[in-house]
């Protein structure tokens, strides 16, 4: 199940957001993944802005994503957007699970000025 973002931090259409994405073990401990990976779609599974297995650069145990611009245009499809998340961590349980997080929001759309 997606993690709704609330509604008074929904972008307005072409504009730039940074939503954050926390991780934490099975415990309900602050985790750093050894490796965390993200894709930005629609609502049915389109691609958005060839923003697919994107690859977080310095891991940590809360991110922020900038999401700008293209990533935030409405299609003709829908204006809703998921942030899927995914890492990789090591806690007292084993290593190399997996940890995913999803984030829904939908996009406020402007009047295009000619």
Request: aromatic fraction near 6%.
């Amino acid at each position: 199940m997606s993690q709704l973002l609330p509604e008074a931090d929904w972008p307005y259409e072409g504009t730039t957001i940074f939503p954050t994405v926390d991780f934490d073990d099975e415990d309900g401990n602050p985790v750093i993944p050894t490796s965390i990976i993200w894709t930005l779609s629609d609502s049915i599974g389109n691609i958005m802005n060839s923003r697919e297995n994107i690859v977080v650069a310095v891991p940590a145990a809360s991110i922020e994503i900038k999401l700008t611009g293209d990533d935030l245009l409405i299609t003709s499809i829908d204006k809703k957007r998921l942030l899927l998340v995914k890492a990789i961590y090591t806690s007292s349980r084993g290593s190399d699970l997996t940890l995913n997080r999803e984030l829904e929001f939908e996009i406020i759309p402007i009047v295009k000025v000619p």
